[in-house]
């Protein structure tokens, strides 16, 4: 491989991870430019596992050589800075030591995502980077077989997402759905029921849906605050709710997926 050592935070060589915490900038560049960001050496190791390839890496000396042991392609350049261009060129301090720029995969097609799933997460417009990086981690955790993000879903693999998610976007399939027009017909074809996690008079109990669990369930997750749209509600079979007490109506759209997706886990 080759490792250069920069010292000057304008370097050309270093374009791809300026500016990092403008995200407005990353949303426009990464999908469009076919790029994105890993951080920290877990992460990176989990990407390139996924068969996803560095473009290049960022690192500072002293985890130069954890990096090194999983980089075995030798075109890869390995830009080795001192801590304070780290921060001055991504704006923040890169306490993980390594970033690399990705390239983006191209994403695959809804049917081939979802072939052979028994229960899949959908995330209609969810723009909380945090958030989805945590439903990911959920996901993988607790069993779900994929996940499906609306058009307007913030991007999985942002850096924030990636990062909170532990890598986990690397392991759980996913892909972007078309509108619901289409898209309800495809996960129909498919084989799975719509239940849309939403506060509802018709609502059912998470503990009684998972009591008659269908085969295949795709369960519907809502954007912060306003939850699932009225189309979302519309097209979904049934429309369940986690039971509260303490005169809490709901949960953090990240938490309830991890106490959804444990109800619903296969037994």
């Known amino acids: 491989m080759t490792i250069e050592r920069i010292s000057d935070a304008s370097d050309e060589r270093l374009a791809d991870y300026r ?67 780290a921060e001055s060129l991504t704006g923040y301090a890169v306490h993980r030591g390594a970033l690399a720029s990705m390239h983006r995969p191209a994403l695959p097609p809804v049917a081939e995502v979802v072939a052979g799933a028994r229960l899949v997460v959908v995330l209609e417009d969810i723009v909380d980077h945090t958030n989805v990086g945590a439903i990911f981690r959920a996901a993988a955790g607790l069993g779900a077989d994929a996940v499906l993000v609306s058009p307007r879903c913030a991007d999985p693999l942002y850096r924030r997402s990636v990062r909170v998610s532990m890598g986990t976007v690397f392991q759980v399939p996913w892909t972007r759905l078309p509108e619901w027009g289409e898209a309800r017909g495809v996960l129909h074809e498919a084989g799975f029921e719509l239940a849309a996690l939403a506060l509802a008079d018709d609502a059912v109990g998470l503990d009684a849906f998972s009591a008659r669990r269908p085969e295949r369930v795709a369960l519907l997750l809502g954007a912060e605050g306003d939850g699932l749209s009225r189309r979302a509600l519309e097209v979904a079979d049934t429309v369940v709710t986690i039971p509260m007490a303490g005169g809490v109506d709901s949960l953090n759209v990240a938490a309830a997926s991890a106490v959804a997706l444990w109800e619903l886990r296969a037994r």
């Open 19 to 85: 500016d990092l915490t403008d995200v407005a900038l990353r949303r426009v560049l990464e999908p469009e430019g076919g790029l994105y960001i890993a951080e920290s050496a877990k992460v990176i190791g989990r990407a390139l596992a996924a068969g996803h390839r560095p473009r290049s890496i960022l690192v500072q000396e002293k985890w130069l050589d954890e990096v090194q042991e999983l980089v075995a392609d030798a075109s890869i350049p390995i830009y080795v800075v001192e801590p304070d261009i």
